[in-house]
């Protein structure tokens, strides 16, 4: 997969740190995704929360779990990837494998090493499915808090 932009409005994306190694979505905001697959549009409703991270613990020692604006907006829009929407039957918006491979295209598109694109992307796919196919009451709250739609260029 290529990313070729990931854009907000508004911007900069707003978020309140609430504990836990946890973020709300502070007000709504729309994330449009540019790719060779076509252009996904997310609309976040302020609410959702994520933990900004994608890999579980292993790789926490040596990516940061916040950073900058671009490495966020990749993790928020993998966060919901991984999130059933209750705009689409409560069905994930894509598949496990487009998801991850959005996490590792988008994080180089943000700058990431490739190094450390790909231990994210390969600590997703090794501890990942469990959160896919899941829903706890985080999950359950989030699924209401987001649309997404999936445009031809």
Known sequence: MKVYSI???PA????????????????????RVSTDEGMWVFRF??????????????????????????????????DAIYTPC????FEHPVSRLLGDQFLRAGLRW???GSFKA????N????????????DDALTSTNSRLFTFEWRDR
């Open 7 to 9: 854009t907000t409005s």
């Open 12 to 31: 900069p994306l707003k978020v309140t740190p609430i504990g836990n190694r946890l973020y709300r979505v502070a007000e709504d905001v729309t994330i």
């Open 45 to 78: 409703f302020k609410g959702f929360t994520t933990n900004f991270r994608s890999g579980g613990v292993l790789v926490d020692s040596f990516i940061d779990q916040i950073g900058d604006e671009k490495k966020s907006l990749v993790y928020l829009v993998h």
């Open 86 to 89: 209750l705009a689409l039957g």
């Open 110 to 112: 943000a700058k990431m």
């Open 118 to 121: 790909a231990c994210v992307y």
């Open 123 to 134: 600590s997703v796919r090794i501890f990942g499915a469990s959160a896919y196919e899941e």
